[in-house]
């Protein structure tokens, strides 16, 4: 009798559970993760996959409707948003966090601040050495996310200006990747979502402005941006749920905790 | 041989410089009229490699350079000049910008370039055959030219006009001064609804013998979850003769990586003439193998209005590799 109870039990575990999958930016990973275990624990019934990818996978996945929510650290691109359309998906983004792109460095090196005409120059190739912009570490490595990314694609519009990115840059897969990399590297250049700064790289101001909470939220800073989850047609049902979490005072805290910055 | 060690030579230079290559080969086995007695049919079945594209992109904003070459095993090949090695598309894109603010990705295309016309655009062969406009030879793919594309604000479709030389991208240049003119828009009203029209004019042939050739096209396709449908009217009008043709299809997707599929196209080149009509018949598989592996078998029956044509069948299996 027992094991028909369990077996039961399970059978209608099964039948009830919620399933709801999340794929994308690898910014929005660690809130998307953190939120889901809690949303989880509050609600044993729901069961939440959380995948990486970069923004630019989490679309075409929501395109084709292998995800419920996309996360992306960009806006959708009016390509995307015509092949969505095209296949009968009705895209609605929900900006969930506020962040900046923080530019890093090897914590050895002197610099403090670079302009986005530097950046540009270093990120294309046209500067190479240290020296020429009042760093320390002679021959400069630069660090990038991969194309996939929806933190390159605002770093390439914001900086870059869509100028080729130079062949000797190390394209990496991670926002970790990147951190770990400069970290491991004296004459490193790179960038990483806000949330990922940690002790053992540099972050340093652009144009003068150092990323933090205040430049961020006033959009003073010039690489801030805003992190999107995407669903086909105003969220519903758990999508739903689970986005007003994030929304909420309890989500937000995660926001912050994760080291982005809540919308409110 | 020539054309082999040419390609070769491209690829390793492009590689050298770091472009992207990337791209796709077709191996196919065809069965042709799998139930006519063996002894009135020749080729009764044979292996070939449709296509073998080999593309490079390379882009210095606000211009990207990009190329096709196309390898080809023609069907029935018999002999090593069989081996067919070609330049698909070779083109400069040039994202205007301007326009871009109020049009997305609006851009002026020069060199070979894909004719954006009707059905034959959005065509990425789910069944094995061409699209109805390549199929009744009236339409070529791509073709030598300038084109202005781009997209309408919020996803709402897309627009292109063309200027062409207008005999298709095998052969370079024409007889006249005269140019073949392209436009094509398509709107998507609501999501999973997109209308489209598309209307080309050409004069081909040497200055003494100029003939008016003008096609039309208009269609829908409707895509709601699992299922897509399209349709299509294509007519055309080459001097005092007019042709009008219909293609539906259905794509029926029973889980992620296998779906069945349907087609079925009626065309006659001259409705003044009669028993000069066919109609082709298709029924299909498709299977996800891998993310670069698909397979495809179709069974495809093509019925002559003229009864003393006899029917043609075949039986298709088809691997699409990408890479």
Same mark, same amino acid.
């Given at each position: 009798m027992k094991k028909i109870i369990i077996v039961g039990l399970l059978v209608f575990g099964f039948v009830f559970s919620q399933k709801l999958t999340i794929q994308g930016s690898t910014t929005v990973l660690p809130i998307a993760q953190y939120a889901a275990e809690v949303y989880m624990d509050n609600n044993p019934n729901a069961d939440i996959t959380v995948r990486g990818g970069g923004s630019g996978t989490g679309i075409a996945s929501l395109i084709d409707r292998s995800t419920d929510i996309a996360n992306s650290s960009r806006p959708m691109k009016t390509k995307e948003i015509k092949t969505a359309r095209e296949k009968g998906i009705n895209p609605v983004g929900t900006v969930i966090a506020l962040d900046g792109i923080a530019v890093i460095v090897h914590p050895g090196n002197k610099i403090a601040n670079i302009s986005r005409q530097n950046l540009k120059a270093i990120f294309t190739g046209k500067i190479t050495r240290w020296e020429k912009v009042g760093?320390?570490?002679?021959v400069i490595v630069v660090v990038s996310r991969d194309a996939a990314s929806g933190t390159f694609e605002v770093f390439n519009e914001? $900086?870059?200006?869509?100028a080729k990115l130079t062949d000797a840059a190390l394209m990496l897969a991670s926002n970790l990747e990147v951190c770990r990399t400069v970290e491991q590297t004296p004459g490193a250049i790179g960038y990483i979502g806000f949330?990922? $700064?940690?002790?053992?790289v540099k972050a340093i101001k652009v144009d003068s402005i150092m990323p933090n909470e205040a430049t961020v939220k006033n959009n003073s800073y010039p690489l801030s941006r805003p992190l999107y989850v995407y669903t086909d047609g105003r969220p519903k049902g758990m999508a739903k749920d689970f986005i007003d979490f994030i929304l909420s005072e309890p989500g937000q805290r995660i926001v912050k905790e994760e080291g982005f910055i809540p919308i409110k | 041989m020539k054309q082999v060690i040419l390609m070769f030579l491209l690829v390793a230079m492009l590689s050298f410089a770091d472009a992207p290559i990337y791209g796709y080969f077709w191996f196919r086995y065809t069965y042709d009229n799998?139930? !006519?007695?063996?002894?009135? $049919?020749?080729?009764?079945n044979f292996f070939s490699i449709e296509r073998g594209y080999i593309r490079w992109k390379t882009s210095t904003a606000p211009v990207s350079v990009s190329g096709t070459i196309d390898i080809t095993l023609k069907a029935?090949?018999?002999? !090593?000049?069989?081996w067919n090695v070609r330049l698909k598309y070779a083109q400069a894109d040039w994202l205007l910008p301007y326009v871009t603010m109020y049009l997305p990705e609006t851009k002026l295309t020069l060199g070979v370039q894909k004719v954006n016309f009707g059905i034959m655009e959005l065509w990425e062969y789910p069944v094995i055959e061409k699209s109805i406009e390549e199929v009744a030879n009236k339409m070529s793919s791509a073709d030598l030219g300038l084109g202005l594309t781009g997209l309408l604000p919020a996803g709402y479709g897309d627009f292109s006009l063309q200027v062409f030389n207008g005999l298709g991208y095998t052969k370079a240049t024409e007889d006249n001064f005269e140019k073949a003119l392209c436009g094509n828009l398509a709107l998507?009203? $609501?999501?999973?609804i997109m209308l489209r029209g598309s209307y080309w004019k050409n004069t081909a042939g040497p200055d003494s013998m100029l003939v008016e050739e003008n096609r039309y096209a208009g269609g829908l396709k409707l895509n709601y979850r699992l299922v897509t449908i399209m349709g299509e009217y294509f007519g055309t009008k080459d001097g005092d003769v007019t042709g009008a043709g219909y293609m539906g299809f259905i794509e029926v997707a029973l889980n992620r990586g296998l779906s069945v599929l349907g087609r079925y196209d009626i065309w006659d080149v001259d409705q003044d003439t009669d028993n000069d009509a066919y109609r082709i018949m298709i029924g299909g598989v498709n299977y996800r193998i891998s993310d670069v592996l698909v397979a495809q078998l179709n069974y495809q029956r093509k019925k002559y209005e003229d009864t003393a044509e006899e029917d043609e069948d075949k039986v298709m299996l088809q691997l699409k590799f990408s890479y």
């Open positions: 760093g320390s570490g002679s914001k $900086v870059l200006e869509s949330g990922y $700064v940690a002790d053992k | 799998p139930m !006519a007695p063996a002894d009135v $049919v020749n080729n009764k029935k090949a018999t002999n !090593a000049s069989d998507i009203p $609501v999501p999973g």
